[in-house]
C-alpha cells in the first residue's frame, strides 16, 4: 500500500473495467487497484474514524461505500476520484454493508438500529424499513439476485435468520433460519448463473440459499408504474436486439443488459419520451449465452431474458 496508515484492507468489489476498489476500515481509507497496472490508489474518507466497511459497484461504475463507524453512506466519483457522503436520517444508525439494484438505487443494513434502507441518487430520498427481527436484529451479510431481491442475514438472533426483501412491493419475504446458527453470517455472494445465494458462517461452515426461480420475476408483464416493454426480439438475436417499450411520462428510463454471472455487460443510452418507442441495440459484441434485458424508472425495473447465439 503506498501509504502505512492502509494496513488492513477489507471488503473488495470487481468494477466493469476489471478493475479493484475496496475499503480500508481502521487506516479509513477507499481505495482503487489497477488490475494492468498495479497501480494502488488511496481516497482518505473526509470524516475520522469513519471506517469504510461494505462496498459495491453501481451502473455507472461509481463505488459506495458504508461507513460504519458513522451514519453515512459514500460515494466516490471514479473520474475526478472526489469522494461525497450521504447522511442517513437516524444518528444512531450504522450502515454496514449495501448493495444497487437494477435502478441503481443504494439499499443498506443498519446493523446498529435493525433496519433495511435504501438512498435513490436521483431523488435524494431514503426510505428505511423496520427488520422482522426488531431492533436488535443486528443485520450484517447482504447480497441482491437478477430479480432485484435483496437478501441479508440477521446475526442478532441465534440461529441467524437468512431474510429477504422485494424492491419492487417493499415487502419483507418469508425467513429461514441457518441450519448451524451461523454465530455471524458476515458476507454473502449471489452466484446468477445457478441462482443462489452463497455465505460463510462462523461456524465454521459454507452455507448456500436456493433462491425462488428468477425466470417467475424476469418473464411476467407486471411491470412498475409508467411504463411497459414487450419481449425483446428476435430472440435468440446475433447482431441486433429490438425492444418495444410504451412510457407514460417522458422520464428517463435506464435499460441494462445483464449476462449469467450477474455482470451489467452493456448500458445504451435511453433518452426521455413519452409515447411508444422501438429500441435497437446492437448486441453483436457481446458474448453467446443467456442474457436479462432489464429496464426501469424511479418506479422499479422489470427484465426479459434473451439468448445472444453466434
Same mark, same amino acid.
Given at each position: 500500500?503506498?501509504?502505512?496508515?492502509?494496513?488492513?484492507?477489507?471488503?473488495?468489489?470487481?468494477?466493469?473495467?476489471?478493475?479493484?476498489?475496496?475499503?480500508?476500515?481502521?487506516?479509513?481509507?477507499?481505495?482503487?487497484?489497477?488490475?494492468?497496472?498495479?497501480?494502488?490508489?488511496?481516497?482518505?474518507?473526509?470524516?475520522?474514524?469513519?471506517?469504510?466497511?461494505?462496498?459495491?459497484?453501481?451502473?455507472?461504475?461509481?463505488?459506495?461505500?458504508?461507513?460504519?463507524?458513522?451514519?453515512?453512506?459514500?460515494?466516490?466519483?471514479?473520474?475526478?476520484?472526489?469522494?461525497?457522503?450521504?447522511?442517513?436520517?437516524?444518528?444512531?444508525?450504522?450502515?454496514?454493508?449495501?448493495?444497487?439494484?437494477?435502478?441503481?438505487?443504494?439499499?443498506?443494513?443498519?446493523?446498529?438500529?435493525?433496519?433495511?434502507?435504501?438512498?435513490?441518487?436521483?431523488?435524494?430520498?431514503?426510505?428505511?424499513?423496520?427488520?422482522?427481527?426488531?431492533?436488535?436484529?443486528? #443485520? &450484517?451479510?447482504?447480497?441482491?439476485?437478477?430479480?432485484? =431481491? /435483496?437478501?441479508?442475514?440477521?446475526?442478532? %438472533?441465534? @440461529?441467524? $435468520?437468512?431474510?429477504?426483501?422485494?424492491?419492487?412491493?417493499?415487502?419483507?419475504?418469508?425467513?429461514?433460519?441457518?441450519?448451524?446458527?451461523?454465530?455471524?453470517?458476515?458476507?454473502?455472494?449471489?452466484?446468477?448463473?445457478?441462482?443462489?445465494?452463497?455465505?460463510?458462517?462462523?461456524?465454521?461452515?459454507?452455507?448456500?440459499?436456493?433462491?425462488?426461480?428468477?425466470?417467475?420475476?424476469?418473464?411476467?408483464?407486471?411491470?412498475?408504474?409508467?411504463?411497459?416493454?414487450?419481449? #425483446? &426480439?428476435?430472440?435468440?438475436?446475433?447482431?441486433?436486439? =429490438? /425492444?418495444?417499450?410504451?412510457?407514460?411520462? %417522458?422520464? @428517463?428510463? $435506464?435499460?441494462?443488459?445483464?449476462?449469467?454471472?450477474?455482470?451489467?455487460?452493456?448500458?445504451?443510452?435511453?433518452?426521455?419520451?413519452?409515447?411508444?418507442?422501438?429500441?435497437?441495440?446492437?448486441?453483436?459484441?457481446?458474448?453467446?449465452?443467456?442474457?436479462?434485458?432489464?429496464?426501469?424508472?424511479?418506479?422499479?425495473?422489470?427484465?426479459?431474458?434473451?439468448?445472444?447465439?453466434?
Amino acid at each position: 500500500m503506498p501509504d502505512a496508515a492502509a494496513n488492513d484492507p477489507h471488503t473488495l468489489v470487481f468494477d466493469q473495467d476489471g478493475d479493484i476498489w475496496f475499503t480500508v476500515q481502521n487506516g479509513n481509507f477507499v481505495g482503487r487497484l489497477e488490475v494492468s497496472s498495479g497501480v494502488v490508489t488511496l481516497i482518505a474518507s473526509k470524516t475520522n474514524r469513519s471506517r469504510p466497511y461494505g462496498i459495491t459497484i453501481n451502473s455507472r461504475g461509481e463505488p459506495w461505500i458504508a461507513l460504519f463507524g458513522t451514519n453515512r453512506l459514500a460515494r466516490v466519483d471514479p473520474e475526478t476520484m472526489d469522494i461525497s457522503e450521504v447522511v442517513l436520517p437516524r444518528t444512531n444508525a450504522r450502515p454496514r454493508r449495501l448493495e444497487v439494484t437494477s435502478d441503481d438505487r443504494v439499499w443498506y443494513v443498519d446493523y446498529a438500529g435493525g433496519y433495511l434502507g435504501v438512498y435513490d441518487p436521483e431523488t435524494g430520498l431514503i426510505d428505511e424499513w423496520l427488520m422482522p427481527g426488531g431492533p436488535s436484529s443486528r #443485520p &450484517y451479510g447482504m447480497a441482491v439476485d437478477a430479480a432485484d =431481491r /435483496l437478501w441479508f442475514v440477521e446475526t442478532g %438472533s441465534q @440461529p441467524n $435468520r437468512f431474510v429477504g426483501f422485494d424492491s419492487a412491493t417493499g415487502q419483507f419475504l418469508p425467513s429461514t433460519a441457518i441450519p448451524s446458527g451461523g454465530g455471524s453470517v458476515r458476507h454473502m455472494h449471489y452466484d446468477a448463473k445457478t441462482n443462489a445465494v452463497w455465505f460463510g458462517t462462523d461456524a465454521n461452515t459454507i452455507g448456500r440459499a436456493l433462491l425462488a426461480e428468477v425466470s417467475v420475476r424476469v418473464e411476467n408483464d407486471a411491470v412498475p408504474v409508467g411504463f411497459s416493454i414487450g419481449s #425483446p &426480439y428476435p430472440n435468440p438475436a446475433s447482431k441486433i436486439m =429490438r /425492444l418495444k417499450v410504451s412510457s407514460d411520462e %417522458s422520464l @428517463p428510463l $435506464r435499460l441494462s443488459i445483464i449476462d449469467i454471472n450477474g455482470r451489467i455487460v452493456l448500458q445504451p443510452t435511453v433518452n426521455p419520451f413519452r409515447g411508444v418507442r422501438l429500441l435497437e441495440v446492437d448486441i453483436s459484441f457481446l458474448s453467446p449465452g443467456l442474457h436479462f434485458v432489464r429496464i426501469g424508472n424511479h418506479s422499479g425495473s422489470v427484465s426479459k431474458s434473451v439468448l445472444i447465439v453466434r
